[in-house]
């Protein structure tokens, strides 16, 4: 019955417990971070302004240097500034960091503008393919995210919304009160679980003419599965997403690329919902409690659902979380392919995509400012440069700086301190490559 690659999903499970570290390093201190070494860290292992300085330039005309407008506005994506009118229109508080970063003449917010208007998404894409590729070549997430598995979330993340500015790709829907809206959003695939986290990829859903509603997030997010599986082949072991993806077209793409899915049931109102209540109600399916974080969780977990029109059967599990001190309770519901993951594992997943402050979505929004319309002309080239950013960051923190983890230096922290150190620095000499 099965269609899913059990031997190779086999060669992505390893042992969680032989895989964890041994924790003997020191905790650190704030001077370790360096964005000096950031930078050659992205220079050197990912090559960041060699294809910056790659990318092909469209303008008419070229009087700054086209890597002189792209690569400082990577810099200050990584360094998570708010806007660019923050850092390219406030000279006097801006004049020394720009100067460390930028050769020759200081760009006005205009020509950033334009040239990120005529940066190519593709190409920008291809140096977002060719990192994650060379995170995964340096075998970064072989011990698994969560439990052995390599766990990765897939989301729309809405980039920003207006109701008087509107480009060409702007999606597009009617609020309550009648008015248009204007807005663009992305499906993200992010790996869920241990540090680093690392964005995977992206796809930008696109406007439709006329009566056609513009795509949705399912379209993106089959579409993204499949172009990461051509990419980079079994980029994860586990899918979790929210109630929208519990679609069979969604399903089967998930299963045909020999992954599993996990996904977070909400809407009572499925079928496949009230037949499992009925059974767990009488008592099937009961599961030993566990307990988490000061809770006792009870679980039911049953296999053998069917979803029409899909062959494979799905499992699913109920959990009951009771705080042992003040007795609130809690159910969270799943769905998943898979007949293997043990329902502690599959606990801990939905755990750790719904976390707060734990997940990638969530600092996409809140420290990288994700859903700022930075240049409504160049929306899905400033998204990449902000994966790539993020990608390299995540890196740079939890996998060349021993004892980052444990050392609790904040996110803000840690952007203060890249911010100072451009302040103290030139860095001009990193960035730019022989003859630049
Ligand atoms: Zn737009």
Same mark, same amino acid.
């Given at each position: 019955m099965?269609?899913?690659?059990?031997?190779?999903?086999?060669?992505?499970?390893?042992?969680?417990?032989?895989?964890?570290?041994t924790?003997?390093?020191?905790?650190?201190?704030?001077?370790?971070?360096?964005?000096k070494?950031?930078?050659?860290?992205?220079?050197?292992?990912?090559?960041?302004?060699?294809?910056?300085?790659?990318?092909?330039?469209?303008?008419?005309?070229?009087?700054?240097?086209?890597?002189?407008?792209?690569?400082?506005?990577?810099?200050?994506?990584?360094?998570?500034?708010?806007?660019?009118?923050?850092?390219?229109?406030?000279?006097?508080?801006?004049?020394?960091?720009?100067?460390?970063?930028?050769?020759?003449?200081?760009?006005?917010?205009?020509?950033?503008?334009?040239?990120?208007?005529?940066?190519?998404?593709?190409?920008?894409?291809?140096?977002?393919?060719a990192?994650?590729?060379?995170?995964?070549?340096?075998?970064?997430?072989?011990?698994?995210?969560?439990?052995?598995?390599?766990?990765?979330?897939? +989301? $729309?993340? #809405? *980039?920003?919304?207006?109701?008087? /500015?509107?480009?060409?790709?702007?999606?597009?829907? %009617?609020?309550?009160?009648?008015?248009?809206?204007?807005?663009?959003?992305?499906?993200?695939?992010?790996?869920?679980?241990?540090?680093?986290?690392?964005?995977?990829?992206?796809?930008?859903?696109?406007?439709?003419?006329?009566?056609?509603?513009?795509?949705?997030?399912?379209?993106?997010?089959?579409?993204?599965i499949?172009?990461?599986?051509?990419?980079?082949g079994?980029?994860?072991?586990?899918?979790?997403?929210?109630?929208l993806?519990?679609?069979?077209?969604?399903?089967?793409?998930?299963?045909?690329?020999?992954?599993?899915a996990?996904?977070?049931?909400?809407?009572?109102?499925?079928?496949?919902?009230?037949?499992a209540?009925?059974?767990?109600?009488?008592?099937e399916?009961?599961?030993?409690?566990?307990?988490?974080?000061?809770?006792?969780?009870?679980?039911?977990?049953? +296999? $053998?659902? #069917? *979803?029409?029109?899909?062959?494979? /059967?799905?499992?699913?599990?109920?959990?009951?979380? %009771?705080?042992e001190?003040?007795?609130?309770?809690?159910?969270?519901?799943?769905?998943?392919?898979?007949?293997?993951?043990?329902?502690?594992?599959?606990?801990?997943?939905?755990?750790?995509?719904?976390?707060?402050?734990?997940?990638?979505?969530?600092?996409?929004?809140?420290?990288?400012?994700?859903?700022?319309?930075?240049?409504?002309?160049?929306?899905?080239?400033?998204?990449?440069?902000?994966?790539?950013?993020?990608?390299?960051?995540?890196?740079?923190?939890?996998?060349?700086?021993?004892?980052?983890?444990r050392?609790?230096?904040?996110?803000?922290?840690?952007?203060?301190?890249?911010?100072?150190?451009l302040?103290?620095?030139?860095?001009?000499?990193?960035?730019?490559?022989?003859?630049?």
């Amino acid at each position: 019955m099965e269609c899913i690659n059990t031997q190779k999903w086999h060669l992505f499970r390893y042992n969680y417990s032989t895989t964890k570290k041994t924790k003997k390093e020191g905790a650190i201190n704030e001077k370790k971070l360096e964005l000096k070494k950031l930078l050659i860290y992205a220079k050197s292992v990912y090559h960041i302004p060699q294809k910056i300085k790659e990318l092909t330039d469209k303008r008419a005309r070229k009087t700054i240097p086209f890597f002189n407008l792209i690569m400082p506005v990577f810099l200050f994506l990584l360094l998570q500034y708010e806007s660019f009118h923050t850092v390219f229109s406030s000279p006097e508080s801006m004049r020394k960091r720009l100067k460390h970063c930028i050769r020759g003449r200081i760009p006005k917010v205009d020509a950033i503008r334009d040239a990120l208007g005529l940066t190519d998404p593709e190409e920008t894409e291809g140096i977002l393919t060719a990192t994650v590729s060379r995170i995964q070549k340096n075998a970064v997430l072989r011990g698994g995210t969560i439990g052995g598995y390599v766990t990765a979330a897939i +989301d $729309g993340v #809405e *980039l920003f919304c207006s109701r008087k /500015k509107k480009c060409g790709k702007c999606l597009t829907r %009617k609020t309550a009160s009648g008015e248009m809206e204007y807005f663009h959003k992305s499906i993200v695939c992010t790996t869920v679980g241990s540090n680093p986290h690392l964005i995977l990829g992206q796809d930008m859903l696109d406007p439709r003419d006329g009566a056609e509603k513009d795509e949705g997030e399912l379209t993106g997010g089959k579409r993204l599965i499949e172009t990461l599986y051509s990419q980079h082949g079994h980029f994860a072991d586990v899918i979790v997403a929210d109630g929208l993806y519990l679609n069979v077209p969604f399903l089967r793409v998930v299963l045909k690329c020999h992954m599993e899915a996990v996904i977070r049931l909400k809407d009572e109102r499925r079928l496949i919902f009230q037949d499992a209540e009925k059974l767990f109600g009488s008592g099937e399916g009961k599961k030993e409690p566990f307990y988490r974080e000061g809770k006792k969780i009870d679980c039911w977990d049953l +296999d $053998g659902f #069917e *979803l029409e029109g899909l062959q494979e /059967k799905l499992r699913v599990v109920r959990y009951r979380e %009771k705080n042992e001190k003040t007795g609130e309770e809690k159910w969270v519901w799943l769905v998943t392919t898979s007949k293997e993951i043990d329902y502690k594992i599959l606990w801990k997943m939905m755990h750790k995509r719904w976390d707060i402050e734990e997940n990638a979505f969530h600092q996409l929004k809140t420290y990288y400012h994700a859903d700022h319309c930075y240049c409504h002309e160049a929306v899905e080239v400033i998204f990449l440069l902000m994966l790539i950013a993020f990608n390299i960051r995540e890196m740079y923190l939890y996998r060349r700086i021993h004892g980052f983890e444990r050392s609790k230096i904040t996110r803000k922290s840690v952007t203060r301190i890249f911010r100072d150190d451009l302040q103290a620095e030139n860095l001009c000499w990193i960035l730019y490559i022989e003859g630049g």
